[in-house]
């Protein structure tokens, strides 16, 4: 199957920092790239969808000013969690499908965030 | 608005037995249908994706069927093993994926 790749897999940063999460689709065209939060011992919920060359979507609730999505190829979608708090710690992990809606999404490897 | 369920919530089970993990959707109108494993503090691993115009999908010990009119998918797992212990999650497809909140299985040495 395709492959996304995420990175970094894990980071820690200190409260008030930035950043910046990567999402990759290394052997296909990804026009649309989904990100989704993933609470303890929850399941993942899904934060924006981007498609390349525009604005991406916020699903409600999710606070687009802090965390920033852009999508400038088809390549590659980023997540940059802005002025980072504790709560934000959590892991995060991407999706990305190729020109045709019908067809399956492959998932990125997940990036664990901890905020302290 | 997608809802998907999984039941149960957990399942403890000893070594050997098969098993069933059942999955439930609120809209039908969906691509497909795929479940994942996840280990603690891991990433997805994809297991079986099902197409919505197919009824089931076997790898392994592991079977998937999909009942789309009545919004229902079941993970089948054969003779299953201590290595078999994870959370299975079920995500349902229709353009983005909506995820279940998932089973965490313990298989029992």
């Known amino acids: 199957g395709a492959v996304v790749s995420q990175h970094p897999s894990r980071v820690i940063c200190k409260s008030g920092t930035s950043v910046k999460i990567e999402c990759r689709s290394l052997d296909f065209q990804a026009t649309t790239m989904f990100w989704y939060r993933q609470f303890p011992k929850k399941s993942l919920m899904l934060m924006a969808t981007?498609?390349?060359?525009?604005?991406?979507?916020?699903e409600q609730g999710v606070e687009k000013d802090k965390f920033l999505i852009n999508h400038a190829s088809l390549t590659l979608s980023t997540l940059t969690v802005t002025s980072a708090h504790p709560e934000d710690s959590s892991f995060y992990i991407c999706?990305?499908?190729?020109?045709?809606?019908?067809?399956?999404?492959?998932f990125g490897q997940g990036t664990r965030l901890t905020v302290v | 608005k997608q809802e998907v369920t999984q039941i149960p919530a957990a399942l403890s089970v000893p070594e050997g037995e098969n098993l069933v993990l059942n999955c439930s959707f609120t809209d039908s109108a969906i691509y497909n249908l795929q479940w994942f494993r996840q280990d603690p503090g891991k990433g997805l691993t994809s297991l079986l994706l099902?197409?919505?115009?197919?009824r089931e999908q076997t790898s392994g010990r592991l079977n998937a069927s999909l009942d789309k009119s009545s919004g229902r998918s079941t993970l089948y797992i054969a003779a299953s093993q201590p290595g078999d212990s994870a959370t299975y999650l079920c995500?349902?497809?229709?353009?983005?994926?909506?995820f279940g909140d998932g089973t965490t299985l313990t298989v029992k040495p």
């Open positions: 981007s498609n390349e060359g525009s604005k991406a979507t916020y």
């Open positions: 099902i197409q919505s115009s197919q």
């Open positions: 995500a349902v497809d229709a353009g983005k994926s909506t």
């Open positions: 999706s990305a499908r190729d020109l045709h809606p019908n067809t399956e999404a492959f």
